[in-house]
């Protein structure tokens, strides 16, 4: 039986790139600092600029 609130990692990685670019957004594609995008998510710049990364978000997705 299928389990709707088991997500795959295809979709958590989805969930969190969504995420990320959302906040990039927010903070007009700012990672760090007080008004960053990793202040909004608690998380690290370091740790941020690590996902983008992984995640392969680009400059485009920030703006779309």
């Given at each position: 039986p299928t389990n709707a609130s088991v997500r795959t990692e295809?979709?958590?990685q989805e969930l969190q790139r969504r995420n990320i670019i959302a906040a990039l957004h927010e903070t007009g594609g700012r990672v760090s600092g007080a008004s960053g995008?990793?202040?909004l998510l608690d998380i690290q710049p370091t740790t941020l600029y690590s996902r983008i990364k992984a995640l392969k978000?680009?400059?485009e997705a920030i703006k779309s």
């Open positions: 295809a979709e958590m995008a990793a202040a978000i680009d400059r």
